[in-house]
């Protein structure tokens, strides 16, 4: 089996202004949707990011694929890095990480390799990981303050505003209602400490078996984020980046017994020994377009199992294509000990064949079929490409958007 052509489709999915340190979500979200065509009729599927500088990365390595044997993983890493030799990062300038250009191409290129070893084979992508320890992937309910839309060129609003922790509870009960999480976790460093404490209480008292998670993305020094911590004592079941750098984590975990967790301090290897040595963290949130596909991802598994580190795993607004990627990911990965992040009931669009799947008790199931078990709705495809040319967003700038709602907005981190 032989890669013979790469076909890369662009999309914009229409958005929801949700609020966080940095500023508010675009109009859109912006994907990559990946096909590897063979030269015996299978198509492996990919969905990874669709920004200017993972289009670009993307673009460059496509053409050196051609005739590659999806089953040679080493030989695809070797393309991406000949192809890609300068390296650098891949977010954009507002973004409060980076990721290594070469390590999210080759990921975004691993999961149709594996899509297409698993049709050939018969067998899941989990199966190919190591083997399915689970068949339900527990997901969270991720809460975010908004803003009411500004116009409905691209589609309704939900909720509307949503900026006062009363408001935020309502959100959280239709989330509960509506797919069962039995978690839930809110994207703070929005409004000012004492209003998301509130929020937080609010939602224990509304929820008293669900555990809580906030995600204040750097947004508070350390004597903050310990006075949050103190205010809500017994409430949080994790803590996620309360502070900006590996440092300012270190000097927190050692002044609480709240583990603390990340996605913006730790997202390669060589920074896991770091946070272990310097016991920065307690949990890590995987995310395979990140940790060099699904396969980086499950040794990140291992690493943690090794250093006694809980996983967890990282959502960005995505699609149906990455969402069974997770589904995957999430069966062959023994430490995954919290319920996972996810930006699906955000959406109302999808790009595979059955419609947007829906969650029983905030689980889903792992597909059943060979490879990734999902197949490509050209059609849903072709609707959200028009929309990518038509609006006019290459890249994603939260702090640029924020000006449309808060023209005196100033972007700080840390903000409290």
């Given at each position: 089996?032989?890669?013979t052509?790469?076909?890369?489709?662009?999309?914009?999915?229409?958005?929801?202004?949700?609020?966080?340190?940095?500023?508010?979500?675009?109009?859109?979200?912006?994907?990559?949707?990946?096909?590897?065509?063979?030269?015996?009729?299978?198509?492996?599927?990919?969905?990874?990011?669709?920004?200017?500088r993972?289009?670009?990365?993307?673009?460059?390595?496509?053409?050196?694929?051609?005739?590659?044997?999806?089953?040679?993983?080493?030989?695809?890493?070797?393309?991406?890095?000949?192809?890609?030799?300068?390296?650098g990062?891949?977010?954009?300038?507002?973004?409060?990480?980076?990721?290594?250009?070469?390590?999210?191409?080759?990921?975004?290129?691993?999961?149709?390799?594996?899509?297409?070893?698993?049709?050939?084979?018969?067998r899941?992508?989990?199966?190919?990981?190591?083997?399915?320890?689970?068949?339900?992937?527990?997901?969270?309910?991720?809460?975010?303050?908004?803003?009411?839309?500004?116009?409905?060129?691209?589609?309704?609003?939900?909720?509307?505003?949503?900026?006062?922790?009363?408001?935020?509870?309502?959100?959280?009960?239709?989330?509960?209602?509506?797919?069962?999480?039995?978690?839930?976790?809110?994207?703070?460093?929005?409004?000012?400490?004492?209003?998301?404490?509130?929020?937080?209480?609010?939602?224990?008292?509304?929820?008293?078996?669900?555990?809580l998670?906030?995600?204040?993305?750097?947004?508070?020094?350390?004597?903050?984020?310990?006075?949050?911590?103190?205010?809500?004592?017994?409430?949080?079941?994790?803590?996620?980046?309360?502070?900006?750098?590996?440092?300012?984590?270190?000097?927190?975990?050692?002044?609480?017994?709240?583990?603390?967790a990340?996605?913006?301090?730790?997202?390669?290897?060589?920074?896991?020994?770091?946070?272990?040595?310097k016991?920065?963290?307690?949990?890590?949130?995987?995310?395979?377009?990140?940790?060099?596909?699904?396969?980086?991802?499950?040794?990140?598994?291992?690493?943690?199992?090794?250093?006694?580190?809980?996983?967890?795993?990282?959502?960005?607004?995505?699609?149906?294509?990455?969402?069974?990627?997770?589904?995957?990911?999430?069966?062959?990965?023994?430490?995954?000990?919290?319920?996972?992040?996810?930006?699906?009931?955000?959406?109302?669009?999808?790009?595979?064949?059955?419609?947007?799947?829906?969650?029983?008790?905030?689980?889903?199931?792992?597909?059943?079929?060979?490879?990734?078990?999902?197949?490509?709705?050209?059609?849903?495809?072709?609707?959200?490409?028009?929309?990518?040319?038509?609006a006019?967003?290459?890249?994603?700038?939260?702090?640029?958007?924020?000006?449309?709602?808060?023209?005196?907005?100033?972007?700080?981190?840390?903000?409290?």
């Amino acid at each position: 089996m032989k890669i013979t052509e790469v076909v890369i489709t662009p999309i914009a999915v229409p958005d929801l202004p949700l609020v966080n340190t940095k500023g508010v979500q675009q109009p859109v979200f912006l994907r990559s949707v990946i096909e590897f065509k063979t030269d015996i009729g299978l198509v492996g599927l990919g969905e990874s990011y669709g920004a200017e500088r993972t289009l670009v990365g993307l673009r460059k390595v496509a053409p050196t694929l051609i005739g590659l044997d999806p089953f040679d993983l080493h030989g695809l890493r070797q393309r991406v890095e000949t192809a890609l030799p300068e390296g650098g990062g891949i977010n954009a300038p507002t973004m409060l990480t980076d990721h290594k250009l070469t390590d999210v191409v080759y990921s975004a290129f691993e999961i149709p390799c594996l899509d297409l070893i698993g049709k050939k084979t018969g067998r899941r992508v989990c199966d190919l990981l190591g083997g399915a320890v689970r068949n339900e992937i527990r997901f969270g309910g991720y809460l975010f303050y908004k803003f009411a839309k500004l116009n409905l060129d691209y589609g309704p609003d939900m909720f509307g505003e949503v900026m006062t922790p009363d408001a935020l509870v309502e959100q959280a009960k239709f989330f509960v209602a509506e797919h069962g999480f039995q978690s839930l976790k809110l994207k703070g460093g929005v409004l000012e400490p004492d209003l998301e404490i509130e929020t937080l209480r609010k939602l224990r008292e509304t929820f008293p078996d669900h555990n809580l998670r906030i995600d204040p993305m750097g947004a508070w020094t350390v004597p903050t984020a310990k006075y949050v911590i103190d205010e809500l004592d017994g409430i949080l079941e994790y803590l996620e980046d309360p502070c900006r750098g590996m440092d300012a984590m270190a000097e927190l975990a050692n002044i609480t017994d709240v583990p603390l967790a990340t996605n913006l301090v730790v997202v390669e290897l060589e920074q896991v020994f770091e946070a272990i040595t310097k016991g920065a963290v307690k949990i890590i949130l995987g995310d395979h377009h990140y940790w060099c596909g699904a396969t980086g991802a499950v040794r990140l598994n291992h690493v943690c199992k090794a250093a006694n580190l809980g996983l967890s795993m990282h959502s960005n607004s995505h699609l149906g294509i990455s969402l069974a990627a997770m589904c995957h990911l999430g069966a062959a990965s023994p430490q995954l000990t919290y319920d996972c992040d996810t930006h699906y009931p955000w959406s109302t669009k999808e790009i595979v064949k059955g419609g947007r799947r829906s969650f029983n008790e905030g689980k889903l199931r792992v597909p059943d079929g060979p490879g990734l078990g999902v197949e490509l709705d050209h059609d849903a495809l072709s609707e959200l490409s028009d929309l990518y040319e038509h609006a006019m967003v290459t890249d994603r700038d939260d702090t640029d958007e924020m000006l449309k709602y808060r023209p005196n907005y100033i972007r700080k981190v840390p903000r409290w």
